[in-house]
């Protein structure tokens, strides 16, 4: 596994050829800072999070490597993570920070001081319960302890939440919510003496060559450790789209990327490290791996249009059917009625009767005139639905007439054309890694 990347670093270049390559690679990165201004001070008055910030220490110019908040007068200590499953480890001062937040609060140590009301968890999982039950310690509870009895006191009880009674392990150095009394946000900042995490360093973006060391192995795991609510504080939520999945959960793209790439390469990633959007290396590696990209105000496929598309859909190699949420939008598309109508309309105008242009098949030889009509239906012809940016316009000559049995065996042609592209895209990215 590789380890962190230090200052140290530049040391290597004395090495060999290829350890200065590394070197370069990770001090341009710069891959210990933090995201920049994530919004500005201005709007604090929202109540909303809005700046990361590292607590300074006098014999450390950059400050500690743990990452704070403010949630108004609130403190918002982010949790440390170790060098698994391929991570990198981060916040790796937890302890230090932790303890001098305490102290400075505390107005110097004096134990009958105490400017902390209470100690809440702070995780993913326990921001969905009620803040009474998060509660670690209280004021009185701290009264009378000292500032390191203070700290063992809040990281025993974080160890010990949601643990049966006797279990062995558990977690000392999660994420914290630290209210306060009687002060306000600029006095916080002062008294804990914060500078904004940006400060610390400068981030440069990666390169697509980088970026495409990313296989679909990865993008997989990051799918799988966001689906069990791992916290990523690095990232934020998504903007514009989202990574859909088959049971309809969503996930930004930029922290599936993000956990991805970290993998990948084994350095903490930040969201300032690569774009997110189409054209971007980002979206084209997240699709090749097999899943799709919307945009969030796309509505989640409906258990009917699902089979429908499952009923389409040849099954893959392993029984399952692969490609099922492409096609529904695919399909979903198609069933615009203003466009299917336009386009019934001019191919009738133009050719003097509407028949199927794949069999051609002509409804009103079998039909009553009146419902002929409804054995055509209107294909995308020219553009795959899946390739459509937000925006794009469906010209009339982009579509094309097909019966209902021709349209179906179209559909599953280019299913299984999808599936041999995505299968050979996603073998030659895995080379690549």
């Known amino acids: 596994m590789r380890a962190r990347p230090t200052l140290a670093s530049a ?4 090495v060999s ?3 200065a390559r590394k070197s370069r690679f990770y001090n341009q990165q710069a891959m210990r800072c933090s995201p920049k201004t994530l919004w500005a001070d201005t709007e604090f008055a929202t109540g909303r999070r809005q700046l990361l910030y590292s607590i300074s220490d006098g014999d450390l110019a950059g400050g500690y490597d743990a990452r704070i908040e403010l949630d108004g007068a609130n403190v918002l200590l982010h949790s440390r993570g ?3 499953g391929g991570r990198p480890p981060r ?7 932790l303890l001098t937040i305490v102290r400075r609060l505390r107005s110097g140590g004096n134990p009958n001081r105490s400017g902390i009301a209470r100690v809440l968890l702070d995780s993913l999982p326990a921001r969905k319960m009620a803040l009474e039950k998060r509660i670690l310690v209280n004021a009185r509870e701290l009264s009378g302890l000292s500032d390191e009895q203070a700290v ?11 643990q049966a009674p006797g279990a062995l392990g558990g977690n000392s150095t999660k994420a914290l919510r630290i209210e306060t009394q009687g002060n306000s946000l600029a006095s916080i900042r002062s008294t804990l003496k914060l500078m904004n995490w940006k400060d610390k360093l400068s981030v440069n973006r990666l390169s697509a060559e980088e970026q495409d060391k990313v296989n679909s192995s990865h993008i997989a ?6 689906r069990s609510n791992e916290d990523v504080p690095n990232f934020n939520d998504s903007r514009e789209y989202d990574v859909l999945l088959d049971d309809g959960t969503r996930l930004a793209p930029k922290r599936v990327f993000g956990l991805a790439l970290q993998e990948a390469l084994g350095v903490e990633i930040l969201p300032e490290h690569f774009n997110a959007g189409w054209g971007q290396p980002s979206f084209r590696i997240i699709e090749a791996a097999g899943y799709l990209i919307v945009s969030k105000d796309e509505p989640a496929p409906t258990p009917e249009e699902v089979l429908q598309a499952q009923n389409v859909l040849p099954p893959a190699d392993d029984g399952s059917r692969e490609g099922t949420l492409k096609l529904v939008m695919h399909m979903r598309r198609e069933r615009n009625p203003s466009l299917s109508y336009r386009k019934k309309a001019a191919f009738t105008a133009k050719h003097g009767v509407l028949y199927c242009e794949r069999c051609k098949m002509i409804p009103t030889e079998h039909y009553e005139a009146d419902v002929a009509a409804a054995c055509i239906e209107v294909h995308h012809a020219k553009d795959h639905v899946r390739d459509m940016e937000d925006g794009h316009v469906t010209m009339l000559d982009d579509l094309e007439c097909l019966c209902a049995n021709c349209h179906r065996v179209t559909h599953r042609e280019l299913a299984v054309a999808t599936r041999k592209l995505g299968k050979s895209t996603r073998r030659r990215i895995s080379s690549q890694g």
Not at 11 to 14: C, G, Y
Not at 92 to 97: G, I, L, V
């Open 17 to 19: 050829p290829l350890l």
């Open 152 to 162: 063992a006191l809040i990281r025993s009880r974080a160890k010990n939440f949601g």
């Open 221 to 226: 795991n990051a799918v799988q450790r966001l």
């Open 82 to 84: 170790g060098p698994t």
């Open 11 to 14: 040391m290597w270049r004395t």
């Open 91 to 97: 916040n790796t001062d937890y302890q230090k920070a």
